[in-house]
């Protein structure tokens, strides 16, 4: 059974990347950059497993997420 989830809280920290990158924020180290991205793309993934998700929900949201 599905449980609900707070998709924003969820998505919390992506959103504050995103956010920081588009203000001007810079990075010195990309593959540090990308290593949190993959983690943070991870760990939603995860949370909307735990959750009871079906596989193409989970797809679309990491889809989506990544988009970002």
Same mark, same amino acid.
């Given at each position: ?12 920290? !992506?959103?504050?990347?995103? !956010?920081?990158?588009?203000? $001007? /924020?810079?990075?010195? =180290? $990309?593959?540090?950059?990308? =290593? !949190? ?14 959750? $009871?998700?079906?596989? /193409? ?9 990544? /988009?970002?």
């Amino acid at each position: 059974m599905r449980q609900d989830i707070d998709i924003d809280q969820l998505m919390t920290e !992506t959103w504050l990347t995103v !956010t920081m990158l588009k203000k $001007g /924020a810079i990075t010195l =180290n $990309g593959s540090a950059l990308y =290593n !949190t991205c993959v983690k943070q793309v991870e760990s939603v993934r995860e949370a909307l497993e735990r959750a $009871g998700y079906d596989d /193409a929900s989970v797809e679309h949201i990491s889809y989506a997420q990544c /988009a970002l």
